[in-house]
């Protein structure tokens, strides 16, 4: 099976400090996937990332990039952190463009 | 820009009813997915639908796609506690570039 692994299941920051959020998977697979999950508002794409030192926005980046150094592994980072950005973050991985997503069990970082 | 919309994003029912929840979207895609979540937990792949026309069956939920309409049903026969879940429809935003998905659907079914 497939596992996705987020490092921290809650995670507690205060405004404007500067957040990683870890993710590695352990399938091999070529793309990789950073949601923000709110209530209301389903699951929105910050980034992606189909191939080492490559990455690209998805729908909401605004506050937000990543890094992927490694084929398994896909960080999100916060530059500087702000009470908006209090969500739950899902990292995802998938292989062929045709297999769905594999999910981590998702960070919930709460700014303060 | 692609959208999805899910309805009805919540739902109470009674066990051993029939049900279907509806995903809507904007622009074309062949590739729409179906996931269950469970409160407190990760996203868990349900259906995998790739062609117009396409139906997947599991259980007491089965899931079809219509590409020309641009709309998927899952729908939920003889409802049983278990089932109780939020339920999202995602849609392929093309080449590798992940999924869009709708807002959910929050289902309760009481016994």
């Known amino acids: 099976d497939v596992k996705v692994t987020q490092s921290s299941r809650y995670l507690v920051k205060r405004t404007g400090e500067k957040v990683f959020l870890e993710c590695v998977q352990d399938?091999?697979?070529?793309?990789m996937f950073w949601y923000r999950q709110d209530p209301g508002l389903g699951l929105r794409l910050i980034y992606f990332?189909?191939?080492?030192?490559?990455?690209e926005k998805g729908d909401i980046p605004e506050g937000y990039s990543v890094s992927r150094e490694k084929k398994e592994r896909f960080s999100l980072i916060l530059e500087s952190a702000s009470t908006n950005q209090t969500s739950m973050y899902l990292c995802?991985?998938?292989?062929?463009?045709?297999?769905?997503?594999?999910f981590g069990n998702g960070t919930r970082l709460t700014v303060t | 820009e692609l959208k999805v919309e899910q309805n009805p994003l919540f739902l109470s029912m009674q066990e051993g009813k029939n049900y279907t929840i509806y995903c809507n979207y904007s622009?074309?895609?062949?590739?729409l997915y179906w996931y269950r979540q469970d409160p407190g937990k990760s996203l868990e792949s349900l259906f995998v639908?790739?062609?117009?026309?396409a139906v997947k069956q599991e259980g007491r939920l089965m899931a079809s796609l219509d590409t020309k309409a641009r709309l998927s049903t899952l729908h939920i026969t003889a409802a049983v506690h278990d089932l109780s879940a939020t339920y999202f429809c995602?849609?392929?935003?093309?080449?590798?570039?992940?999924?869009?998905f709708g807002k959910g659907t929050h289902l309760i079914i009481q016994p």
């Open positions: 399938m091999d697979h070529e793309n």
């Open positions: 990332s189909y191939d080492v030192k490559m990455k």
């Open positions: 639908l790739l062609s117009n026309g």
């Open positions: 995802a991985s998938s292989t062929l463009v045709i297999s769905p997503l594999h």
């Open positions: 995602a849609v392929d935003r093309g080449g590798a570039d992940g999924l869009t």
């Open positions: 622009t074309t895609s062949d590739r």
